[in-house]
């Protein structure tokens, strides 16, 4: 079998920020995947990487056994078409001159379009349905029939890889089908690859036979829908409660989020100190004021990310001087906080000797007969000289301390009102 993709231990960087960290992937001729996962888990960068729009601080890529930094972009634009979310077209061409332009890696440089790429332009138009639109302005059309062209332009183009990115988040469900459709027509009859970024579980679920969740530049899962979309998987890549069920009349799997965050449940006149810091605490602050509980934080130096969240929501938070040790002012502050608190959720916060004290607020609060939910995975967060922070955490979980994994499991398990 031909492998149309091979990515080995590719990392790719923005700014000297790792977005892709050591990925490996291989699609065979013909496959057709879909790259799933939150914002920022590095999906459009992969398909950056595979256009070559970006090169790979590492590792190597290869388009059906050569090395992409040995194409040119001529040869580039003939073996990948890329179908966007959208595209902006700043001349109003008319229908057939546009999906024309999918020949120009094919044609010579003052060469005029053959009778032969005439021909594949139209087919190309048949098969999107715009042979009826053909003598209209690109600029005059509707996002739906805009769309199809741009898929039109696609096929003229004649690739053997098709690379996706949110090409249907625009288009009403009546256009989304259709331009799946489309493109499965063509994988199949075709035998093009076909590598499509979504958010759309479902679409992916029901279009791809194999699915790729990736999450901070790493792929997390990779297999068919039955046996990558479960609901402990997709609850902690995107921190979320779901539901994952099959449809009965098609026997697809279908993934529906939770009604609300906290189903059923207010917080309201319930009090929750959060410890956190890094940026680990930013979604459990912002879910726990949106089910209404009263949320105080600290202690967090002055300028951390989850500072400037739990300002900007109007939290109580107690504040340090940036890139210091927690002192005893600002402990004590935070210490009148957590008194008042029913819960103290401890985030998962990398503990180090300058913040570790934090969590004599937990045990405080534990002896006082007050609950805490401690985040699990603290083995790998602790930089303590002595491990102190797991020690700590060890004694408040055997104590009865609430384990959590993700924001959804937390919400459950707090106290609130029906």
């Known amino acids: 079998m031909t492998t149309a993709i091979c990515m080995k231990l590719v990392s790719a960087e923005y700014d ?4 892709i ?3 490996s992937l291989e699609l065979a001729e013909g496959e057709m995947a879909a790259l799933l996962g939150p914002n920022g888990a590095g999906k459009t960068t992969i398909l950056r990487v595979l256009t070559g729009l970006i090169r ?5 890529v290869h388009l059906f056994g050569r090395d992409i930094a040995s194409l040119s972009a001529h040869e580039r634009a003939r073996l990948v078409g890329v ?43 048949a098969y999107t349905d715009t042979t009826d639109l053909k003598d209209r302005s690109v600029s005059e059309l509707s996002g739906g029939e ?33 331009v799946m459709q489309i493109v499965e027509r063509l994988n199949r009859e075709e035998l093009v690859t076909v590598l499509m970024v979504s958010h759309d579980l ?17 792929l997390m899962a990779d297999g068919t829908a039955a046996n990558v979309l479960s609901e402990d998987l997709l609850r902690r ?16 799997v279908v993934v529906a989020p939770a009604r609300r965050l906290a189903s059923g449940r207010s917080g309201r006149g319930v009090g929750i100190h959060v410890i956190a810091g890094g940026g680990c605490g930013e979604q459990c602050l912002r879910s726990l004021s949106l089910c209404d509980y009263t949320v105080t934080c600290g202690v967090l130096n002055q300028a951390d990310s989850d500072a400037e969240v739990a300002l900007a929501l109007g939290l109580d938070v107690a504040l340090e001087k940036p890139f210091s040790h927690i002192g005893r002012t600002a402990l004590d502050e935070a210490s009148r906080m957590a008194e008042k608190a029913d819960v103290i959720v401890v985030c998962g916060v990398p503990f180090g000797p300058g913040n570790v004290i934090n969590l004599q607020l937990a045990k405080k609060a534990m002896s006082m007969g007050r609950k805490v939910a401690v985040m699990d995975g603290i083995e790998a967060r602790d930089f303590t000289p002595a491990r ?31």
């Not at 060890?394 to 009102?417: C, E, Y």
Request: aromatic share 4%; with cysteine; proline share 7%.
């Open 21 to 23: 960290d050591g990925l």
């Open 388 to 418: 102190e922070a797991e020690k700590t955490i060890g004694d408040l979980i055997r104590q009865g301390a609430i384990r959590w994994s993700t924001v959804s499991d937390l919400l459950a398990a707090l106290p609130g009102k029906a």
């Open 16 to 19: 000297g920020r790792r977005v």
């Open 83 to 125: 179908i966007p979310q959208e595209l902006q077209i700043p001349m109003p061409f008319p229908v057939r001159e546009f999906v024309m332009m999918g020949r120009t890696a094919s044609l010579g440089r003052w060469s005029p379009p053959s009778a032969k790429d005439r021909q594949i332009v139209e087919r190309a138009m």
């Open 237 to 252: 890549i995107y921190r979320c409660d779901v539901r994952v069920q099959k449809n009965p009349a098609t026997g697809s």
């Open 56 to 60: 790979p601080a590492s590792g190597s």
């Open 202 to 218: 479902n679409l992916s679920a029901e279009f791809c036979r194999r699915l790729l969740i990736m999450e901070n530049g790493r």
């Open 146 to 178: 805009k769309q199809r062209v741009i898929v039109a332009m696609i096929l003229a183009q004649e690739p053997r890889i098709i690379l996706m990115d949110e090409a249907t988040s625009h288009l009403d469900m009546n256009h989304c089908i259709e």
